[in-house]
């Protein structure tokens, strides 16, 4: 604590310049002075709100958590500029740290409504710089919303890409080993001979047609094959035969094809298995690869689809569009989740800006991912109604109590713990459906069920 501050120096802030020389000498009675050094923590998210905070000097950074990581949101190295609203909010809604070493004016919560009861001018003050200070707040947080929203989107892509693509890389480098071993066995075994060529021609039609009925469903009886397979080329003499027994299971061989393949071709027996072999594990490692390529297009496909590039702003769309590209992209976060579709054969295609309304299913299907703490039931589901199509999201998760349910779509309301939400996700829901879109969202919510309905009016006014 430092030296009292005197009536002279609280005229000079702007919070008390209406202050008559009585309401000064007064508050000087009731304030301290507390010098901080920096960097400090003034109070964090979530705190009690127990004293307005007024800077002499120094400077305040303010900050919000968003999912863990803390985002500055404003801050001022103004004399006079003011933190923490007691009557009005109980809690802190951000965290303020002094950066520099700095000098604040503590006011109690109490000497604040005694203030105010005394009819003291700082009411005025503070409702304007709440006033003024809310929506730019508002603003702020919200672009942090969509700043977080889209880091994840893009960390759940790179997720979902890196698997496909490392697939397809580990893949074609085996590739490379099973195509040499191919040419290697059919130029031990054919050479310069036509007949011998002829053979392999039809012995490669022959294990592809194999491969194709063969059912490898069963694991157990998958190394049961295996096993025998291998103790047979071992008899046989064939080097390497536990390494080739998996390929040759792929490719639908079995002890009997292959006593039969021995009896028809003899001593060159070992040379067609290790052929065979090879020829399975270059057709299997094609289909890998083209496997893996097929959803790395179908990632960026949905990816596309779900930020509607190179297409104008409003559009008709299928809703049933957007939800599919959207589960595609959280993907990673429903690997655990029973997904159900209950999608209405036929809907009429909806007016509407796209981008936006995929904005609404990733945080409608992100909160119920979280209400499930990601491994119950998700429903998703949609059916015409009159001139609307209807949109839910529902959820087998635990449920609110009327009183949260009844505060969900508030700004800034919350039951994340701090850090973990911002408290815009369903505002933002609220606000795309209801003032961009004519429609209407509400929730019904009970232990063991909560449902998310989103009603869209299928024909909107054209900009």
Known sequence: MTAPVRPQDLAALPLFEHFTPDQ?????????????DAPTVLFREGDPTDALYVLLDGEIGLYRSVDGDPRRTGGSDVPGAWIGLPTIAPTQRLEARLERPSRLLVIPAATVEEMIAKGMPITPHLLKGLVKGLPQFEDVARQQERMA???????????????????????AGQLRTALAGLAGAGVAIAGGDAALRERLQALTEEVAAR????????ALDRGDREDAIAEWLEDAGVGEAWSLAGDLVEAGADVDWLAGLAAADGARVGDLVRWVAAASAADRLLAQVEESTARLSQLVGAMKEYSHLDRAAQADVDVRDGLESTLKILGHKLADVTLRRDYAPSLPRVTAWPSELNQVWTNLLDNAVDAVDGCGTITVRTRADGGAVVVEIEDDGPGMPPEVAARVFDPFYTTKPVGRGTGLGLDTVQRIVRKAHRGDVAVESRPGRTVFRVRLPVEQPRP
């Open 24 to 36: 000064l000498a007064w508050t000087v009675d009731h304030v301290d002075v507390t010098a901080y």
């Open 149 to 171: 929203v889209l880091g994840k989107l893009a960390a759940g892509l790179a997720h979902e890409l890196n698997n496909p693509a490392a697939a397809a890389r580990r893949a």
């Open 211 to 218: 491969a194709a009925a063969a059912d490898l469903s069963d």
